[in-house]
């Protein structure tokens, strides 16, 4: 029935998207949108969840007798009486627990009148404990994305819409296939390298169709991702950055998958994290290049190339600067807590949650300073010398994207 349902709105979308070259591209998205939705990720019945529902609860009375205060931290157990909101056990009232452990980021104290997120363990019809795991947040969450999908529709209109698409695989592409595949013992380089390749080959394909705008940022994007690949397996060793440095990575080993090659899951995070960045800087530098031989007919592929070198040029410094402080923003609070110790700038740089950064950032840097003369030399050889676009099926296509 879901199958059916969207190739329903698939039929009804090409009346609004026929003879658009980005009709089939959405078509072959939303398949891949549909299958890796129902993909099932081997996981499910490894939760820890089971004979539990994890479900909205009012708090309506709390007891702190039993919660420790130290001035900074607190422990012990928080008492709350809750009534059930949802599932099977919706309107029942029941005592609950809200377990201290001294962790400013982990713990929590509710309040009345709080919505919390609860787990209800059961045996048959009886309830047996109730635990408070956090504030309830989904509903606001939804709120935000809605917006956000909301404006981006208003202002982008059918280009908004392919981009959600693509936002939407990628987030189910990331969860049903990378981080399954990860947890079996897979090749973290070769199966991220994969994942990112499809990814930035269907959002490239949903943004220019099917034409050689498509062939050439993809090519050059692949490129700059390639040398992303080639540095971080290289710095990595020669940093001698162990994948323990990421976060959460050593309780992932204490839940029993110690086989998992941590070094090689950090070094597919390396190009994970800026391949994002590169198709970005690969797109810009091709559309300055169409638009460029859409002005310029007969410009010589050498004209064209040197265009987008100029293009390039003036983009690198900013998304350099822009990956810099995507990954250095995590690490504000350390950064602070470096300063306020007075350690030496030295030491800082040494220290090998800084050196991980470091590789990050400056490999990261490296594909996008890459991929600018790349795609800069794939864009002047394919889209000169060529009759690109039909200027009437352009003029078309802008009124439909309006």
């Not at 939760?47 to 708090?59: E, G, H, I, W």
């Not at 009345?112 to 795991?133: E, L, P, R």
């Not at 807590?337 to 007075?342: E, K, L, P």
Request: proline content about 2%.
């Amino acid at each position: 029935m879901a199958i059916a349902s969207y190739l329903t709105f698939i039929m009804k979308l090409k009346i609004k998207t026929t003879n658009s070259k980005t009709f089939w591209p959405v078509v072959v998205a939303l398949i891949a949108l549909v299958i890796l939705f129902f993909l099932p990720t081997g996981y499910e019945g490894a939760l820890s969840y089971q004979n539990a529902d994890r479900v909205k609860a009012l708090v309506l009375e709390t007891d702190e007798s039993d919660v420790h205060d130290t001035g900074l931290v607190r422990t012990g157990d928080q008492r709350c009486k809750v009534r059930v909101l949802d599932g099977r056990f919706k309107g029942t009232e029941i005592d609950a627990v809200n377990r201290l452990n001294g962790s400013l980021s982990q713990d929590k104290i509710f309040k009345y009148g709080d919505t919390a997120f609860v787990v209800v363990s059961y045996n048959g019809d009886k309830i047996t404990t109730v635990f408070m795991t956090d504030l309830y947040r989904l509903d606001k969450e939804a709120l935000l994305a809605g917006l956000f999908l909301l404006l981006l529709l208003l202002f982008a209109k059918s280009t908004g819409l392919r981009a959600i698409i693509s936002f939407v695989v990628t987030i189910l592409l990331m969860w049903k296939v990378l981080v399954p595949s990860l947890l079996n013992g897979y090749n973290p380089i070769w199966i991220s390298l994969v994942i990112v390749l499809a990814l930035s080959t269907l959002t490239l394909m949903l943004i220019y169709g099917w034409d050689w705008r498509f062939l050439s940022s993809v090519t050059g994007s692949m490129l700059g991702i390639f040398v992303t690949v080639i540095l971080g397996s290289i710095f990595t060793k020669l940093f001698s950055i162990h994948g323990a440095v990421m976060e959460s990575s050593e309780s992932l080993l204490y839940s029993g998958y110690q086989t998992l090659n941590l070094t090689r899951i950090f070094i597919a995070s390396i190009f994970l994290g800026s391949s994002g960045a590169i198709t970005d800087l690969s797109v810009d530098i091709c559309s300055a290049i169409y638009e460029v031989v859409q002005k310029k007919p007969n410009i010589s592929k050498k004209e064209a190339i040197l265009s987008g070198f100029s293009v390039g040029r003036a983009a690198c410094g900013s998304t350099t600067t822009t990956l810099l402080l995507a990954y250095s923003g995590s690490y504000i609070a350390l950064l602070m807590v470096f300063m306020a110790q007075g350690t030496p700038v030295e030491l800082i740089l040494n220290y090998k949650y800084v050196a991980a950064e470091i590789v990050h950032t400056i490999v990261g840097s490296f594909g996008l300073i890459t991929v600018a003369p790349l795609t800069a030399i794939t864009s002047g050889l394919f889209l000169t010398g060529r009759n690109i676009e039909n200027k009437f099926i352009n003029e078309k296509e802008n009124k439909n994207d309006l």
